[in-house]
């Protein structure tokens, strides 16, 4: 078999796999980083000028650098490394800092989506859209921008995929039966 032909048998039937949407959480929960990041700078640089002893700067100097690490910069970190991306036939949630965790969910496999609001994600314009896939976890898409928007979104993937899965499944069948197929036909 020639290298175009392998080429062609490998790859899948059907559109190529698009993205649809990165989406992470809301960017309102770095608040109290900052606002912790300033309070400590401030703190931090009076208590400097104030302290006379060289080895309570230097105190002061670790417990800021504690405060900072463990304060802000690990939660702007699990911010920025929790992600969720929509594609045309899946959802992947990609999360961690240290130790990766990765989950897939294919569209054809059908759920259920509920878009949960508390007033403060109200006010904010975002939500919680919570996947129930039939399993013990469900999906849980926390704190999004425009909910209602990822929820339909959703579930206008999930209808394409049931259509192009039942369609396969159909010419498959046929195939089976030994009908022939009509390509291009109504």
């Known amino acids: 078999m020639s290298p175009a ?3 062609a048998v490998a790859q899948p039937a ?3 796999e698009r993205v649809v949407a990165r989406l992470r959480r809301h960017a309102r929960v770095l608040i109290l980083p900052v606002l912790l990041l300033m309070a400590t700078a401030g703190a931090a640089t009076y208590a400097l000028l104030v302290l006379p002893e060289l080895w309570q700067r230097l105190a002061v100097g670790a417990v800021t650098l504690l405060v900072v690490l463990f304060g802000c910069l690990l939660p702007f970190l699990a911010w920025l490394t929790r992600r969720t991306t929509i594609t045309s036939r899946r959802i992947i949630m990609r999360r961690g800092v240290f130790a990766r965790e990765r989950r897939e969910l ?4 059908g759920y259920d989506v509920v878009v949960r609001r508390t007033w403060i994600q109200g006010t904010f314009g975002s939500g919680d859209v919570r996947i129930n896939t039939g399993h013990e976890h469900p999906f849980v898409i926390a704190d999004v921008p425009n909910p209602f928007q990822v929820q339909a979104a959703l579930h206008e993937l999930m209808e394409g995929a049931h259509t192009l899965v039942a369609d396969r499944r159909r010419a498959d069948q046929s195939m089976a039966d030994g009908d022939t197929v009509a390509w291009g036909g109504r």
């Open 106 to 109: 294919l569209h054809s496999r």
């Open 5 to 7: 032909a392998s080429k």
């Open 14 to 16: 059907g559109p190529a």
